[in-house]
């Protein structure tokens, strides 16, 4: 079955880049998916991207993915003290469109 | 504005206790889950529902049972509760052979004591 690792923790300078890293074992998800976990929150979807793509760009975010090595990013440029949160990224395995989470990557900005 | 809900946001139980939480959505999902959240441990699928009165138990599904009567509405169920079933649940609904993603409900934290 699918597993999906992330590193747990990321700390950046408030208007830093934040890359957070994801590399997933399933390569059939149709899409690969980023949501985030804001404190005493559920999860929002925040970005996804369609499997046969290689990059996608939304505002500030931007998700890579090399299917070669089977690695998704996170970007977030200018991050801000509102981006502080827990990221998952997640891909489908099996049936019953289950999704498989990662860890979570908990970012942490500061002044 | 398409909604999971849960019914609470924070619950405390004693050890023993039986304990429902409760998660309905208004997006015509065919499928439901249960995930509970703990820190390090990412979240874990407890059971989950492909369709009304059918259930599939998930990857720690001991201790938990689960009861889908209605297309919209997905409860867990603690027979007895314990200390180590404190946590942080998170139901989730999604449409059956589209991968949209899933849409959370926003979490019932629940401390047994």
């Known amino acids: 079955g699918e597993d999906v690792e992330q590193s747990l923790f990321l700390s950046v300078r408030e208007g830093d880049s934040s890359v957070i890293n994801c590399t997933y074992t399933?390569?059939?998800?149709?899409?690969l998916y980023w949501y985030k976990q804001e404190p005493g929150a559920g999860l929002q979807l925040l970005t996804y991207?369609?499997?046969?793509?290689d990059m996608k760009q939304d505002q500030r975010l931007t998700v890579l993915l090399n299917k070669k090595d089977k690695h998704l990013s996170l970007r977030i440029a200018d991050t801000q003290t509102g981006d502080s949160a827990i990221y998952f990224c997640a891909g489908f395995s099996g049936g019953y469109n289950k999704l498989i989470f990662g860890a979570g990557t908990r970012l942490a900005v500061h002044p | 504005d398409v909604k999971v809900t849960q019914s609470s946001r924070y619950l405390v139980k004693r050890t023993g206790e039986k304990v429902f939480l409760e998660c309905v959505q208004d997006?015509?999902?065919?499928?439901m889950f249960w995930y509970r959240q703990d820190p390090g441990l990412g979240l874990r699928l407890i059971y989950f529902s492909y369709d009304v009165k059918m259930k599939e138990k998930g990857d720690i599904p001991e201790g938990y049972s689960v009861s889908r009567e209605k297309k919209e509405r997905f409860s867990l169920i603690l027979e007895s509760a314990s200390t180590n079933q404190t946590s942080m649940y998170l139901c989730a609904s999604s449409y059956q052979g589209k991968d949209y993603g899933y849409t959370f409900g926003s979490g019932t934290r629940l401390t047994v004591v």
């Open positions: 997006m015509d999902h065919e499928n």
């Open positions: 399933d390569s059939s998800s149709t899409y």
């Open positions: 991207i369609f499997s046969n793509m």
